[in-house]
């Protein structure tokens, strides 16, 4: 009997160290309810697809990453800026809050403007997309507003999770009640946008009660120029990953075809679970990583390791299933229309394991002030991603597409856990450059 409790003991010292252990209780919180909520909308939204069709699926897909582009102006760099500031003095958010906000609202409204009037334009052409452009305009301004980044300086990423579940399941409702085959591109932005408006009321109002900060409230520009000037070196980050992270469906619409784009973007909403896993675990990471180098830069290391390890050993296992289940599940979710979306979600699924990883030490070189060097790892992986897509995509596709998407990632993956060697391994040797605190 003995025995058995010495034996048993060093897991109940474990199984209380786990339960008493902040970022353990957020992340099985945070995966328990997305769990479930995923398990819903991935099959919801693969009717989606197939109601959509690959042709104005790509109209959409084309839309959002216009959209996408378009916010690179207001965010300009200041999440991860805001993220880091808020964190470090929780009780004295509300300046930093109102004054990215008031920004961003702004010039929201001047894009907001350009996007109408590029729907204008082309209703007056006769296009039969202008529809789709009116309402990627609400959405492109209600992307814009984004609040996550507060509840993740706050540490309050239990409530971020229960605000996008709630969001989730109504997207998937709708998609159940209101979709039928044949329904016309933007149908799909219409839902995504009302629920980003649900969405961003409920996170407000927790934000507003938290903190006291307001929409409205005290904006300084001179104070907002030095914020983008602190932010210059992430909103760098945020151009670059934009180009070998989203570019591709714009290149890919106007260099095949809208088909390619609607491929392309099916194959990408598969990987959707894993994809909510690498924000999830940025999400509680990076605030971690903050304090975690107040402690010791060489106990940062030794935990990025451990964390990137398990990440790898999990994620290969996945892949090697994946590659044997994935083309009789791409057939049964969307259809034969849908069988050139294989081998991009094939490719697409693995490149996620890689932003898993690089979630582990990019984000870590950020949380130290680094900025430069991680610019300097999304500046190569952007220029071989955008050179590469712009060869290939005229010739293979949304095929292509997938691989520059992987080939980058693993660039950035390599440059960035070496940055983090040099840096928190052996901060007191080598560059001067690459040590904890230097920008």
């Not at 003991?9 to 474990?14: H, N, S």
């Not at 202008?130 to 980044?149: D, E, P």
């Not at 980050?237 to 095949?256: E, H, S």
């Not at 697409?348 to 070189?365: D, K, M, P, Q």
């Amino acid at each position: 009997m003995e025995g058995t409790l010495a034996r048993n003991l060093p897991f109940r010292t474990l199984a209380r160290s786990l339960v008493g252990n902040k970022i353990f209780r957020q992340a099985t919180e945070l995966v328990g309810w997305q769990v479930a909520v995923k398990a819903i909308s991935f099959f919801t939204t693969a009717w989606m697809v197939r109601c959509m069709g690959p042709r104005n699926l790509g109209v959409s897909g084309l839309i959002m990453s216009t959209s996408a582009a378009c916010t690179i102006f207001v965010n300009l760099g200041l999440d991860i800026l805001g993220t880091r500031k808020v964190a470090a003095a929780k009780e004295e958010s509300k300046g930093i809050i109102e004054l990215v906000l008031g920004l961003r609202w702004r010039v929201g409204i001047c894009l907001f403007a350009l996007y109408v009037a590029y729907a204008i334009y082309l209703l007056v052409t006769r296009s039969e997309f202008y529809k789709a452009w009116f309402i990627g305009a609400v959405f492109m301004f209600t992307s814009a507003l984004s609040t996550n980044w507060i509840l993740q300086g706050l540490e309050e990423l239990p409530i971020q999770n229960r605000v996008m579940s709630l969001t989730s399941v109504l997207a998937a409702a709708a998609y159940v009640l209101l979709f039928r085959p044949g329904m016309p591109a933007g149908s799909d932005l219409a839902v995504l946008t009302g629920s980003n408006i649900v969405g961003l009321w409920l996170i407000w109002r927790h934000v507003h009660k938290r903190t006291g900060a307001s929409v409205f409230g005290r904006f300084d520009f001179r104070e907002v120029k030095g914020l983008l000037y602190e932010s210059r070196w992430a909103f760098a980050v945020v151009c670059t990953v934009f180009v070998y992270g989203q570019l591709d469906m714009i290149l890919l619409a106007r260099l095949a075809s809208l088909e390619q784009a609607g491929i392309y973007r099916a194959a990408f909403s598969l990987i959707t679970p894993i994809s909510l896993l690498t924000a999830i675990s940025s999400s509680l990471l990076y605030p971690r990583f903050v304090v975690w180098l107040k402690q010791s830069p060489q106990r940062m290391w030794q935990r990025q390791k451990k964390i990137a390890l398990t990440y790898l050993a999990v994620g290969s296992v996945g892949v090697a299933v994946l590659f044997i289940v994935g083309p009789p599940l791409v057939r049964l979710l969307f259809g034969r229309r849908f069988d050139a979306s294989i081998w991009p979600f094939l490719i697409l699924f693995a490149s996620r394991i890689e932003v898993l990883i690089n979630g582990v030490f990019g984000w870590g070189i950020m949380a130290s002030g680094g900025d430069k060097l991680f610019v300097l790892s999304s500046v190569v992986a952007a220029l071989f991603s955008l050179s590469s897509n712009i060869y290939c995509i005229p010739r293979y596709g949304a095929v292509a597409a997938a691989s520059a998407s992987f080939a980058a990632e693993g660039i950035i993956v390599l440059l960035t856990m070496y940055f983090c060697w040099r840096r928190f391994a052996r901060p007191n040797t080598g560059n001067q450059s690459l040590r904890v605190g230097s920008k």
